[in-house]
Nanobody, 115 residues
Framework: QVQLVESGGGSVQAGGSLRLSCAVS????????LGWYRQGPGKERELVAL???????NYADSVKGRFTISGDIAENSVYLQLNSLKPEDTALYYC?????????WGQGTQVTVSS
């Protein structure tokens, strides 16, 4: 059974930093994409950042220059460094993994930024 285990969420003041971690286990197929999505209050789930086995990296415009994604597809791990946090970054952050056959999601870790 595939599991994505996230950690590192919390509550910070605006301008603060957090680091999210995610470990993926249980998949028999090679992961092609690792990343993070988020869903804020009353909003739809949106891409934050991801990287592919081919070396491509993609960020949402709203987080460019503030957030940094890192990790190792071979080790099934992905991290998200969140700097210069803003109240609008408040959301449930989901770890995401994709194999050639399906997508997987973590349970989410809450990030709350106060002004």
């Amino acid at each position: 059974q595939v599991q994505l285990v996230e950690s590192g969420g919390g509550s910070v003041q605006a301008g603060g930093s957090l680091r999210l971690s995610c470990a993926v286990s249980g998949t028999s197929f090679s992961i092609r994409v690792l990343g993070w999505y988020r869903q804020g209050p009353g909003k739809e789930r949106e891409l934050v950042a991801l990287f592919t086995s081919g070396g491509d990296t993609n960020y949402a415009d709203s987080v460019k220059g503030r957030f940094t994604i890192s990790g190792d597809i071979a080790e099934n791990s992905v991290y998200l460094q969140l700097n210069s946090l803003k109240p609008e970054d408040t959301a449930l952050y989901y770890c995401y993994a994709a194999t050639p056959f399906r997508n997987y999601w973590g349970q989410g870790t809450q990030v709350t930024v106060s002004s």
